[in-house]
């Protein structure tokens, strides 16, 4: 018996400590997490802006996971699928969103049928990237500043026509913002993507538009483009001569473009963490940085609440503009 007891009694033991390196933190989902490849989903084609900020941050954040992060591309409807489909994705870590501010704080209020709720079906991680956006028009508009365009715009309503890359998207609300405070008539005209509106711009089909710095800098460069603002609060490093339009009187005209990261909602705090600290880790690594800097890209790391309350900034500006246009999409 006093045999049997001793081994009863390092049995229990036994169990008691197996418990007890179950709920230990060195075994929790966080630190075992990933395990294997992690997927990051780009909702706009391969070779694209958001494309090419995606998987430079995606060979970074690898680093931090010691895993391979893989992007897929699934585009349509201004980056709305890509990310219904991480939404909808198991939320387990291993199926992540390279989000814009389309997906997230526009199309919820110009969609007729939205197929995700942002606030609801997502977990916001934090944001990654501003691209700054800059005014210009065509050398033939007889205007040398945003104060001379506004002029020029007030004496000649509906005159001036401004290209967008879409419907409903950044370059086109952005210009509807600027309508909004400016209090001028500009007329839309919306192309299938940046580089037709910018080649009518270029020709003079169009005479003005807000377009994403890293599209427009080679014409500006060249001559052919006349950069008047940037939509943005601070300058913008490739065009440091170009004031803002805060500078120029006009603060609430801000239009970054951006992108951040995603989750679906109900992934495991302790993996969301561990993504966090990596994509923390990977937006403040020298070589991202500059690679971000090649094409106009400004790192931006923030805390999860801090992306939430951005975003709650985006979505309030862009849907007083798209109800005050009375627009909607199907």
């Not at 890509?82 to 209020?109: C, E, H, R, W």
């Not at 500059?290 to 805390?303: H, N, R, W, Y």
């Amino acid at each position: 018996m006093k045999y049997l007891k001793q081994i009863l009694i390092c049995a229990v033991g036994t169990l008691a400590a197996a418990g007890a390196l179950a709920q230990s933190p060195s075994t929790s989902s966080g630190q075992s997490y990933p395990s294997r490849p992690v997927r990051l989903v780009v909702g706009f084609p391969a070779g694209g802006p958001a494309d090419i900020f995606g998987r430079t941050f995606a060979q970074a954040l690898s680093a931090g996971l010691s895993q391979p992060v893989i992007v897929e591309n699934k585009s349509g409807v201004g980056g709305v699928l890509g990310i219904d489909f991480v939404a909808k994705a198991p939320p387990d870590g291993y199926t992540l969103g390279f989000n814009n501010q389309g997906s997230v704080a526009m199309a919820p209020y110009a969609l007729t049928k939205m197929p995700f709720n942002p606030n609801k079906d997502l977990a916001f991680i934090t944001t990654v990237v501003k691209v700054p956006e800059v005014v210009v028009v065509n050398p033939s508009l007889p205007v040398n500043s945003l104060a001379e365009l506004i002029a020029y715009a007030r004496a000649n309503p509906g005159k001036i026509n401004f290209g967008s890359a879409g419907a409903g998207g950044i370059t086109h609300l952005a210009c509807e913002l600027l309508k909004a405070e400016t209090h001028i008539d500009v007329l839309h005209v919306p192309y299938k993507g940046a580089a037709p509106a910018v080649s009518d711009l270029l020709g003079g089909q169009v005479q003005m538009g807000i377009f994403d710095v890293p599209v427009v800098l080679p014409h500006i460069k060249a001559g052919k483009f006349k950069a008047l603002a940037v939509t943005s609060a601070k300058r913008a490093a490739p065009l440091p001569e170009v004031p803002t339009t805060a500078e120029v009187g006009y603060p609430k005209v801000i239009s970054d473009n951006w992108y951040g990261l995603v989750a679906p909602a109900g992934t495991p705090p302790a993996v969301l963490k561990r993504i966090h600290g990596a994509s923390i880790a990977a937006l403040n690594s020298p070589v991202l940085i500059e690679q971000f800097a090649k094409v106009s890209g400004i790192p931006a790391p923030a805390t999860p609440e801090e992306y939430l309350a951005f975003l709650g900034e985006e979505q309030a500006r862009w849907s007083t503009i798209i109800k005050a246009i009375g627009f909607k999409e199907d």
